[in-house]
């Protein structure tokens, strides 16, 4: 996968026009329910907030060529038919050209970084609405955190 990932720098940094490219090609998914009237969606947004572990590895998602290559697995997996991420993540996968036939959903909000004092402050600086529409996304999805004792909550929940 080092390989692969190098390959992906290269193309961010010299074609980034091919992300948009190779939204416009996937095969979307036929529906966001599955065959079996279903739905197995892979989460792939923990990273962007600090959130790096899985299972006992308090580091599982650190490395992205890792991670990279476990979720392109686990959407090979039968009955696994999505993922949701954020745009690092799901432009990465676009190019690796993994997610045909799997629905889409973009990560909308995720700043509130794991055990920070500003936690609760998930402002939206990932998809918008339109930015998910344009990429022929299946959906978006927004995170919203309820702190009683936190005086950030009203605002979170204003521009929720």
């Known amino acids: 996968m080092a390989a692969r990932v190098t390959e992906i720098v290269q193309t961010?940094?010299?074609?980034?026009?091919?992300?948009?490219?190779a939204a416009k090609q996937r095969v979307p998914a036929p529906s966001v329910v599955g065959e079996h009237g279903r739905v197995m969606i892979i989460a792939a947004d923990h990273p962007a907030r600090g959130?790096?572990?899985?299972?006992?590895?308090?580091?599982?998602?650190?490395?992205?060529?890792?991670?990279?290559?476990r979720l392109c697995r686990a959407l090979e997996r039968p009955?696994?038919?999505?993922?949701?991420?954020?745009?690092d993540i799901l432009e990465d996968l676009l190019l690796l050209g993994v997610l045909d036939g799997k629905s889409v959903f973009g990560s909308m909000n995720r700043t509130g970084l794991a055990g920070s004092t500003f936690e609760i402050d998930d402002r939206f600086t990932g998809y918008d609405a339109e930015t998910i529409a344009a990429m022929g996304f299946d959906g978006g999805k927004t995170l919203t955190r309820i702190a009683l004792e936190d005086a950030a909550t009203p605002s979170v929940l204003e521009n929720t």
């Open 51 to 69: 959130s790096l572990g899985a299972g006992g590895d308090p580091m599982a998602m650190a490395d992205r060529g890792d991670l990279l290559d």
């Open 79 to 87: 009955g696994v038919t999505g993922v949701m991420g954020t745009a």
């Open 12 to 21: 961010r940094v010299h074609n980034p026009e091919a992300i948009v490219q």
